[in-house]
Nanobody
């Protein structure tokens, strides 16, 4: 069973930075693509960034050049570095396996990121 433990998040002013971390267990982490997702108020959950087992990354257009996804296979952890944050980035953020993965973890409660002055 996949277990995902998130950390980070919080309140930041526009233009600020935050880093999210997600430690996975119960799977051979290094072989799976991982993703960060978010659900903004009143909107559906969307994939923000993903990283495959080889380290190749992809981002939704709205966060390109501002967000960076990375992974440390020795720690079974995937990160999301968020820079130049905007109020529109306010959302609950979740990590999980990337779309198309044969397994998925529980979505859990997510991590709140609030961008506000």
């Amino acid at each position: 069973q996949v277990q995902l433990v998130q950390s980070g998040g919080g309140l930041v002013r526009p233009g600020g930075s935050l880093r999210l971390a997600c430690r996975a267990s119960g799977i051979p982490f290094h072989i799976y693509a991982m993703g960060w997702y978010r659900r903004a108020p009143g909107k559906q959950r969307e994939l923000v960034a993903e990283i495959d087992s080889g380290g190749r990354t992809d981002y939704v257009e709205s966060v390109k050049s501002r967000f960076t996804i990375s992974r440390d296979n020795s720690k079974n952890t995937v990160y999301l570095q968020m820079d130049s944050l905007k109020p529109d980035d306010t959302a609950l953020y979740y990590c999980n396996l990337a779309p198309g993965s044969p397994i998925f973890g529980s979505w859990g409660q997510g991590t709140q990121v609030t961008v506000s002055s």
